[in-house]
């Protein structure tokens, strides 16, 4: 056994223990110290093994443990890919488990968190580890069932118990279809091995079903339109910490699950995957942020935010399936690379924003921002951090989202090399629908921060909020000072995935360390180059001089005046813009085919006193096209199958006469 693998192998061993010790203690004082400091350091020492790996470049590691299917084994394996997805769950681990120290206090149910928290992280390091099927899946049922728990920890909230329902329900019906991608890539030979489904090669058939099952499975998971019912409703209603590892981390296992099937298992891709792919990627970003816009709920608007940069990863990856099934590894690896640039920057900026959300409801209980305003005065500190992150997900430089996006779109302008016409066309315009989400990302995210920290107060909770503790306010700045170091340094973080590259592409993009002052060129310079570290500096000495020059040589004289308050005098809270009311105008231009939206105006009659009513009605298409028929025939089913229940003996042995009588014809008849 390679000591490498054994020593990342007692990791998840340690956080089940850690689970199993939080099981017993849960319920005395000492508990949240105890279970987020051990989930911490054992995702910290683990965070150390990988990067040392990763930055060594050394090569594969393999282990089997006499576990699982008889005469196989449970397989594991450490290599670039999954040496960058265990940076990528472990560190976000550590953060979120520095971020419990605090939260976890405040925690009303924490005998019901603490014991499934360390499980999670131990589900999540076993998927990423996983080498054969067997392994891989059940792992991934246990990270789902894990990840359940965490969802109905408070499960009084009726709101919650169907969160937890239609996530489990999407669970297994995600894994029922990556255990038909297993086996079909198994093949008639039934071998669970990841190496042996390597040399399997199936045909263009077979391919194209594992390529929809996969998109079926790690899709559901991490979120892809139209299956990401659950998304909205399950990551708001878990703890706050919880939510930021769902969101900012398990999407990022299921886009693992996806690049392990697809660039690594499944062999050549076919050119049209790449169109599958992107139509998914570029529709479900559109969608999530068109979503998110609409909402007054700040988790929920963090969830369908999600769906959106899941949508610009999974285009990002489309196009890499395109170029590499035409034979151009360069174009290839730079839009493979901007795919995983982006895992590793939404980790950050997304695990930040659900912290800094949990911050909010722990100091004012709400997270309605119609209810909230004003709390910049009040959570100074928090208020910046999620500035931050609200800038890095609005993709504005020189923040990190801005550098991975805009590898994105330069993978895009490589597009009209491609040979097939069909790409050719597609491509450019879902970078249309692209450049399309990320503006309206930066309207989703003047929005959020603007309605919950300035302005006035809209209650008394926010008037009587103050600053939480120490331990969230270290998570919060660390993952601020993650996205800033990436978005001024992107070059080191491109050069770290190279190895990834190469062992799925076969190219790499150009070192960029190499590239005076640190300026990344992802193809040549003459075509385009970025140099995140200059924008830095230039926006600081630019707001520095500014700041001084108007402090020093503008007026002294002190005016005071009435401030404008938008065309509205009258200078109560009621009169601010609300969560709503900023998204009137999109929901009017997209409210029609994305929401079904319509508004309905109640007008009192002249010289009444009632007051006039403006009503919203919008609808999720997707789920009242794909689940409700779902559901209402289920319905239909186990009603009419309910009097199964009351039959007598004699029926009850006449229906098992029957079925085994049509199983001998099935067997007589099978040819």
Not at 102 to 113: C, F
Request: aromatic letters at 12%; hydrophobic letters at 55%; one cysteine or more.
């Amino acid at each position: 056994m390679n000591s490498t693998v054994a020593l990342l192998l007692c990791g998840p061993a340690a956080l089940l223990a850690t689970a199993v010790l939080a099981a017993a203690v849960s319920r005395h004082s000492f508990a949240t110290r105890l279970v987020y400091g051990a989930a911490f350091v054992i995702s910290a020492v683990l965070v150390v093994i990988v990067a040392g790996h990763l930055a060594g470049n050394s090569g594969e590691a393999s282990a089997t443990l006499p576990l699982g299917l008889p005469w196989t084994g449970a397989r594991f394996r450490l290599d670039g890919l999954s040496a960058f997805f265990l940076l990528v769950v472990n560190l976000g681990g550590a953060i979120a488990s520095l971020y419990g120290l605090g939260y976890g206090r405040h925690e009303s149910a924490p005998h019901r968190v603490m014991p499934f928290y360390p499980a999670f992280l131990a589900g999540m390091n076993l998927v990423v580890l996983a080498n054969d099927a067997f392994s891989f899946l059940l792992s991934w049922e246990f990270m789902s069932l894990a990840s359940w728990a965490l969802v109905m920890a408070h499960h009084r909230d009726e709101a919650n118990r169907r969160a937890g329902y239609i996530y489990l329900v999407m669970a297994s019906f995600g894994t029922m279809a990556l255990l038909l991608a297993f086996g079909l890539l198994a093949g008639p030979a039934g071998t669970y091995a990841f190496d042996a489904m390597r040399t399997a090669h199936p045909g263009p058939l077979a391919a194209g079903a594992v390529l929809v099952l996969m998109l079926l499975g790690a899709g559901s998971k991490a979120g892809l339109v139209p299956l990401h019912a659950w998304l909205p409703l399950a990551h708001p209603a878990a703890p706050s910490h919880v939510s930021a590892l769902m969101s900012g981390i398990m999407t990022k296992v299921a886009i693992y699950g996806f690049i392990r099937v697809v660039f690594d298992l499944l062999g050549e891709p076919a050119w049209w995957s790449g169109i599958a792919v992107l139509l998914i990627g570029g529709m479900t970003a559109v969608l999530g942020i068109l979503h998110a816009l609409m909402e007054k709920d700040l988790k929920r608007l963090l969830a369908y935010s999600t769906i959106e940069n899941i949508g610009v990863i999974f285009t990002s990856l489309g196009l890499a399936l395109a170029f590499k099934a035409n034979a151009m590894p360069s174009a290839a690896a730079l839009a493979f690379t901007a795919a995983l640039f982006h895992v590793l920057n939404h980790s950050f900026f997304k695990s930040l924003l659900f912290f800094g959300a949990g911050a909010v409801l722990t100091s004012t209980g709400e997270r309605d921002m119609e209810k909230l305003g004003g709390l910049i005065h009040r959570l100074p500190v928090t208020s910046f951090v999620f500035l931050v992150g609200c800038v890095s997900i609005s993709a504005l430089p020189p923040f990190n989202g801005f550098a991975s996006e805009w590898l994105v779109f330069q993978a895009i302008l490589r597009s009209p090399e491609l040979p097939q016409w069909g790409l050719k066309v597609i491509v450019p315009a879902v970078g249309g629908m692209l450049a399309l989400a990320a503006a309206l990302a930066a309207a989703c995210f003047v929005k959020a921060f603007g309605i919950t920290f300035l302005g006035r107060a809209r209650s008394a909770a926010v008037e009587r909020a103050h600053e939480v503790d120490r331990w969230s306010l270290a998570a919060m700045a660390v993952l601020a000072a993650f996205c800033l170091l990436a978005g001024i340094l992107p070059g080191f973080v491109i050069d770290a995935l190279s190895p990834v590259t190469i062992s799925l592409i076969g190219d790499r993009m150009p070192v960029q360390m190499a590239e005076p002052w640190l300026s990344i060129v992802p193809i040549a310079e003459s075509r385009s180059s970025y140099n995140g570290l200059l924008v830095f500096v230039f926006v600081t000495v630019s707001a520095s001089f500014a700041a001084f020059f108007i402090h020093r040589f503008a007026s002294h004289a002190l005016r005071r005046g009435i401030a404008w308050g938008c065309g509205f005098a009258d200078a109560v809270p009621a009169a601010q813009y609300t969560a709503v009311s900023f998204a009137q105008p999109i929901r009017r231009v997209f409210g029609g085919f994305a929401f079904r939206a319509r508004e309905t105006v109640d007008m009192p009659v002249p010289g009444s006193l009632e007051p006039a009513r403006l009503k919203v009605d919008m609808h999720d298409v997707a789920w009242e096209i794909f689940y409700q028929p779902i559901t209402g025939a289920i319905d239909f089913a186990t009603e009419r199958l309910n009097h199964l229940q009351f039959l007598t003996i004699r029926r009850y042995l006449t229906l098992v006469f029957l079925y085994l009588v049509i199983l001998l014809l099935v067997l007589a008849l099978w040819p």
